[in-house]
RNA sequence: UGGGCGAUGGUGUAACGGUAGCACAGCAGAUUUUGGUUCUGUUUGUCCAGGUUCGAAUCCUGGUCGCCCAGCCA
C-alpha cells in the first residue's frame, strides 16, 4: 500500500464546480456591499478593509455529531471561507445534566477530521465553551431584574405547564409584578445555592398573551445543583439555551448566526434579550446583535438523526458503538471508510434553503464512490471463494503478473500478483447453468482472468448439497497478460465478455470481511409502525470469513492521525465488489475489512427484474 | 382554534417580470482487461383558483397542503 498517509483534509478532493449562490450567500454578499458589519480592520490588519463574516457551530455536546451535523458544519465553515472570514467552534454546554466530556473530545475530532478549520488561519476563530460567558449572562441577567424587565418565579415546572394558556389563552403567573429589588434577593439565592432544584426559576417579562408561546415570559435561569464537565461545582443555576444563545453569538462577534428551522419562532426572542440588554445603555456599551438565519437541516432517507434516537441504538446494543461502520455519525462513517472529501463534495452538492426535504441517501453513497473511484487503489479479492484447478498448468510453476493499481490515476504504478495452477474465484462468478447474458466462467465457456489469462470450464464437481465445490479448467498460454493474440491475418484476436477476478490460492492471505449496508429498509424509518426498530434492515451487517486476499494486502494498515487524533483504515478497491476499509478490530493474523460501499452493478440489477434469474 | 415558515420533474436544486436549466435517479446506446469508470442521447416539473401585465415559477388576492411552536431540553 502507498500513499494513504497523507492528511485527510487535502488532496484528492474533488474541484468545485460553479454553483449558484445559495440564499444565505445573497444575504452576506448583500450585507458585505453595505459594509452591515464592517470591516475586519485592525483586529486584522491583513484583511483590515475585508467585510467581517464571522461563522459558528454551536453543539451540544451530547452526543456524538452526525452527517446532518456535517452540513451544518461545512456550511458555517465554508461561508467564512469564502467571505475571509472566521469560523469559531463553540460548545453549547449550558445543561450539565446531559452533557459528557467524551462527547466534547469526539466532537472536536470529527470537525477537524472534516476539514472544518477553527483553530489556525485563515478560517480558524477559536474553540469557546458558552459556559465560559456563564459570569457574563448572569450579569445580564441582573440587570434585565433591575430594569424590570425578568422576575423571580416560585411557580413548580407543572404549574407553569399548566398556566401555559393556549393560543388566544394567555399565561399567567403570580409573581409577574415582584419588586424587582425581592427578584434580585432572590435571583442572588438561587445563584448561592439557597435554594432546591425546581424551587424558583428567573423569568423575562415579555408578553404573556403572545401568540408566539416562546415570549410568554420564558424560563431564563433554571437551579440545577449539577457538576459541570467545565465549571465543575462553579454554578448551581444553568442558563436556559434560550437565553444563553444569543448572548454567546454577540460576545463572539459573530455576524450570521446560522441555525436550523425549528429555531425560527425563537428569533424575535433573542431579538428581545439583546434590546433588552442595550435599552438604556450609551452607544459605546450596546452589546453586538448578530443577525439569526435559519435554513433546513439535512434529512438522508434510510437513517434516523435524531440524538434521542441514536443514543437509544447504542445503548439498547442494536449497533456496537457511536463508531459502527453502520450509524450516520461522523465516527461511523469515518470507520466504515467515507472520506472527508466524499462528505464534503455531497454538502455542497445538495444545497441549502429554507425547503425541508428528504435526501436520496444515493447521494451521500455516490460522493463515496466517486471520490474513491479515483483515489483508491484496486486490488482483488474474494469474498466468497470458490476453488479452480486449472488442468494444464503446471502444478510447480508460479507467474507473476503486473497489474495497474488504479485505471484512473496512471501515478498509482502497478504491483505484482502472484499466480498458480489452482486459484480462488468468487461463487457467483461460475454458473453450471448460465442464464442468458451470463458473461462469466460456466462449463464450456471462456473468461478471462484480470489481468492473467483466458481459462475455459472444462468441469466441476459438487458437494453433497448440490452447490459447486471446484471448477477445472484450461487455459490458453497465448494469452497471457490478458489478451488474445491478432490473427494471422493481423486482425484482432477473439474476444471475450467476461472479466473476473482471481486470487492464487497458495498465496492467498485470509481476512475477515463486513458487509456494510443500510441500517434500515424504510426510506422513513418508523414512518410505518411509528417504531423505526420496526424498519431495522436485518442484513445490515454481514460478516464474513475466510475471504481470499491478493498478498499485497498484507501492507494494509490502520494508522492515526496526529492532527486530529483520528484512526482512519487505508482504502482500497476490491475490484469488481467495492470499497473497502481496514477497520481497527483487524490483528496481525487477520485482517478485517469493512465495505464502505459496493460499486454499482448493473448485472445484478438486470439479474433481479427478470424472474427467471 | 393562534403564531411562524415553506411549496418547481421520482429526488434535490436554479431561474430575482422575458426560451423553466443543472445534478442524482430512470431509460436507451457507445467505449471498456472491473457487468466499474467515462461519454452520448432521452422520459418526467412550476400546489390550486382568480387578478395585474405585451409577457408571471417570479408581483397581488383568496384557498389547499406540509413542517415547527404550549421543556425548569438544545
Known amino acids: ?36 458589519w464592517g470591516a475586519w480592520g485592525t483586529t486584522h490588519p491583513d484583511r483590515a478593509d475585508t467585510p467581517k463574516v464571522h461563522t459558528r457551530f454551536p453543539p451540544e455536546p451530547n452526543g456524538y455529531l452526525h452527517i446532518g451535523h456535517a452540513k451544518s ?21 449550558t445543561n450539565p445534566a446531559k452533557e459528557e466530556r467524551e462527547y466534547v473530545d469526539s466532537i472536536t475530532r470529527d470537525v477537524l477530521w472534516l476539514g472544518a478549520e477553527y483553530l489556525s488561519p485563515p478560517t480558524g476563530g477559536g474553540l469557546f465553551f458558552a459556559s465560559n460567558y456563564f459570569e457574563q449572562m448572569y450579569a445580564f441577567a441582573e440587570e434585565l431584574v433591575l430594569k424590570g424587565k425578568a422576575y423571580v418565579c416560585q411557580l413548580s415546572a407543572d404549574e407553569v405547564a399548566k398556566r401555559r394558556g393556549a393560543p388566544g389563552v394567555p399565561a399567567t403567573s403570580p409573581h ?12 442572588r439565592e438561587m445563584r448561592d445555592g439557597t435554594h432546591p432544584d425546581g424551587a424558583m426559576t428567573l423569568r423575562a417579562k415579555i408578553d404573556l398573551a403572545s401568540p408566539n408561546f416562546n415570549l410568554r415570559d420564558p424560563v431564563l435561569y433554571r437551579i440545577s445543583h449539577q457538576h459541570h464537565h467545565n465549571t465543575a461545582d462553579r454554578w448551581c443555576i444553568y442558563p436556559m439555551y434560550d437565553w444563553a444563545h444569543g448572548f454567546e453569538d454577540s460576545i463572539e462577534g459573530i455576524t450570521h448566526s446560522i441555525c436550523t428551522l425549528e429555531f425560527e419562532n425563537h428569533r424575535p426572542l433573542y431579538d428581545w434579550f439583546i434590546d433588552a440588554v442595550n435599552d438604556g445603555r450609551p452607544p459605546e456599551k450596546k452589546i453586538h446583535h448578530p443577525q439569526q438565519i435559519e435554513f433546513a437541516k439535512l434529512r438522508p432517507t434510510y437513517t434516523i438523526m435524531s440524538k434521542r434516537n441514536l443514543l437509544k441504538m447504542v445503548e439498547s446494543g442494536v449497533v456496537h458503538g457511536w463508531d459502527d461502520p453502520r450509524m450516520p455519525t461522523l465516527s461511523g462513517l469515518r470507520r466504515r471508510g467515507f472520506t472527508p472529501q466524499a462528505i464534503r463534495a455531497f454538502c455542497e452538492d445538495i444545497g441549502v434553503t429554507k425547503v425541508e426535504s428528504s435526501i436520496d441517501l444515493a447521494r451521500l453513497e ?37 497489474c495497474i493499481n488504479n485505471p484512473e490515476d496512471p501515478a498509482a504504478g502497478s504491483r505484482p500478483v502472484p499466480f498458480a495452477r489452482e486459484l480462488f474465484i468468487e461463487h457467483d462468478d461460475f454458473s453450471p447453468n448460465p442464464p442468458k447474458g451470463y458473461f462469466r466462467l460456466a462449463p464450456g465457456q ?28 484450461t487455459y490458453d498460454p497465448d494469452t497471457r497478460g490478458g489478451d ?33 449496508d443500510r441500517l434500515f429498509t424504510a426510506e422513513a424509518p418508523g414512518e410505518r409502525t411509528g417504531n423505526y426498530t420496526d424498519d431495522l434492515n436485518p442484513d445490515s451487517l454481514i460478516t464474513l470469513h475466510g475471504c481470499k486476499l491478493e498478498p499485497d494486502l498484507a501492507n494494509a494498515r490502520v494508522r492515526p492521525n496526529a492532527e486530529n487524533g483520528c484512526t482512519v483504515g487505508d482504502r482500497v478497491q476490491f475490484e469488481r465488489l467495492g470499497y473497502f476499509c481496514v477497520d481497527q478490530d483487524s490483528t496481525p493474523s487477520t485482517p478485517v475489512f469493512n465495505r464502505t460501499i459496493s460499486l454499482k452493478d448493473s448485472w445484478a440489477k438486470a439479474a433481479a427484474k427478470s424472474p427467471q434469474r
Open 484 to 516: 488474445a493474440p491478432p490473427n494471422p491475418d493481423g486482425s484482432p484476436g477473439r474476444k471475450v465478455k467476461g472479466t473476473i477476478h482471481w486470487v492464487s490460492a497458495r498465496h492467498a492471505l485470509d481476512a475477515t470481511v463486513r458487509l456494510i
Open 73 to 93: 458544519i461545512l456550511l458555517n465553515f465554508s461561508l467564512a471561507r469564502k467571505y475571509h472570514g472566521k469560523f469559531n467552534l463553540r460548545f453549547d454546554d
Open 446 to 473: 471462456e473468461v478471462r482472468l484480470r489481468w492473467a489469462y483466458f481459462i475455459r470450464a472444462t468441469r466441476f464437481d459438487t458437494n453433497p448439497d448440490g452447490s459447486v465445490s471446484t471448477v477445472y479448467a
Open 1 to 36: 500500500m502507498s500513499n494513504t498517509s497523507r492528511p485527510e483534509t487535502s488532496s484528492g478532493a474533488p474541484s468545485p464546480t460553479a454553483r449558484p449562490n445559495h440564499f444565505i450567500e445573497d444575504i452576506i454578499e448583500a450585507d458585505n456591499a453595505s459594509l452591515k
Open 176 to 187: 409577574r409584578d415582584r419588586p424587582a429589588d425581592e427578584s434580585l434577593r432572590l435571583l
Open 366 to 402: 455516490n460522493a463515496v464512490r466517486d471520490h474513491l473511484n479515483r483515489v483508491a487503489p484496486r486490488r482483488m479479492a474474494v469474498l466468497r471463494p470458490l476453488r479452480v484447478v486449472i488442468e494444464n498448468y503446471p502444478d510447480d510453476r508460479t507467474e507473476s503478473f503486473d
